[in-house]
């Protein structure tokens, strides 16, 4: 993340996300609203973050539009982001927008890492996908997926 002298974007991505943990997801908006105006962009983290947030705040359409406005913007979206936007549709009992999303980041080339198949997995069972969930943990053994416990 790119600043002027003085502020730390780190700082502030940890401040975001600890009003997006007590659940001040309004003053982390707030904060990361005014990231710009104290020279910092926004990068892959700090959107992350805000998405996260939401998320976890039940906040999908808010967490869709700042997807959205990565991919405007020209922000590369990694792992995590989609993992987090997954999470966020599955246990809103979205599951097609979470295949959708699943289905975004193989075709935009990103690797799904094994928190991303947990939350696959967990997520398609809690939402009586049970079958599927099985057919994507066959589909992990057959390409050597190194699996976990939790897996």
């Known amino acids: 993340m790119v600043c002027v002298v003085g502020v730390n974007g780190r700082k502030l991505n940890m401040m975001i996300d600890g009003f997006c943990l007590v659940g001040r997801i309004d003053d982390a908006r707030e904060l990361f609203i005014s990231m710009t105006k104290k020279g910092c962009r926004h990068d892959v983290f700090s959107y992350s973050i805000m998405i996260n947030g939401y998320c976890k705040n039940h906040k999908l359409e808010e967490a869709m539009s700042l997807y959205r406005e990565m991919i405007s913007v020209g922000v590369m979206l990694d792992a995590m982001t989609y993992t ?17 999303m699943f289905s975004d980041m193989r075709l935009n080339n990103v690797t799904p890492d094994e928190y991303t198949y947990n939350i696959l997995i967990d997520g398609l069972c809690n939402n009586g996908c049970v079958i599927e969930a099985m057919e994507v943990l066959h589909a992990l053994k057959k390409g050597k997926f190194d699996l976990t416990i939790k897996t």
Do not use: D, N, V
């Open 84 to 100: 987090t936007m997954l999470s966020g549709f599955f246990q809103a009992g979205m599951i097609k927008h979470a295949k959708e």
